[in-house]
């Protein structure tokens, strides 16, 4: 089963991107959710891939709820001719946060991402990262963006 998915990975020139915001208690998603799904497409677009994206979706308590969201980006991607969904899950320091509207690096705790192969729905790999010191200088969309693409860069490898 391996070999299988790592053959379908191969040949993956098509990923959708979906962020899962991690912050309890929140129910608006994040200017930072949003700047770091973009700067992920961006960099896979860049590397000359097809890129789709599936809506940013709020982590919640109940399993079920969470399940039925990755089987619908699943089955939306499926049907979009995609090849993988690659989700990121964004792990929020805080619920709340003093500008929940502006694109901050120093709301990100940490980032884990799952990839997908969107036919069978199996997850084959993984990974996670930290955005490291955050400090003036990159508390903002330029900081969010490096990390993002950092992200997208270890991702992108796992597809080669």
Request: glycine fraction near 6%; hydrophobic fraction near 40%.
């Given at each position: 089963m391996a070999f299988?998915?790592?053959?379908?990975f191969a040949k993956a020139s098509s990923v959708?991107?979906?962020?899962?915001q991690n912050n309890p208690g929140q129910e608006k998603v994040w200017a930072t959710s949003e700047f770091f799904e973009q700067s992920m497409i961006d960099y896979f677009f860049d590397a000359g891939r097809i890129?789709?994206?599936s809506p940013i979706c709020i982590a919640s308590d109940d399993d079920e709820?969470?399940?039925k969201a990755l089987k619908a980006a699943l089955i939306e991607n499926n049907d979009g001719g995609m090849d993988v969904l690659v989700r990121v899950e964004l792990f929020f320091k805080k619920s709340k946060s003093a500008a929940p509207d502006v694109p901050m690096l120093g709301n990100i705790d940490k980032v884990e991402w799952k990839i997908y192969d969107v036919v069978t729905g199996l997850e084959s790999l993984g990974g996670e990262s930290v955005p490291g010191k955050v400090t003036s200088s990159n508390d903002n969309e330029q900081g969010i963006a490096k990390f993002a693409s950092m992200v997208a860069k270890k991702v992108s490898s796992s597809l080669e």
């Amino acid at each position: 089963m391996a070999f299988s998915l790592s053959a379908a990975f191969a040949k993956a020139s098509s990923v959708s991107v979906q962020i899962v915001q991690n912050n309890p208690g929140q129910e608006k998603v994040w200017a930072t959710s949003e700047f770091f799904e973009q700067s992920m497409i961006d960099y896979f677009f860049d590397a000359g891939r097809i890129v789709s994206n599936s809506p940013i979706c709020i982590a919640s308590d109940d399993d079920e709820k969470n399940r039925k969201a990755l089987k619908a980006a699943l089955i939306e991607n499926n049907d979009g001719g995609m090849d993988v969904l690659v989700r990121v899950e964004l792990f929020f320091k805080k619920s709340k946060s003093a500008a929940p509207d502006v694109p901050m690096l120093g709301n990100i705790d940490k980032v884990e991402w799952k990839i997908y192969d969107v036919v069978t729905g199996l997850e084959s790999l993984g990974g996670e990262s930290v955005p490291g010191k955050v400090t003036s200088s990159n508390d903002n969309e330029q900081g969010i963006a490096k990390f993002a693409s950092m992200v997208a860069k270890k991702v992108s490898s796992s597809l080669e």
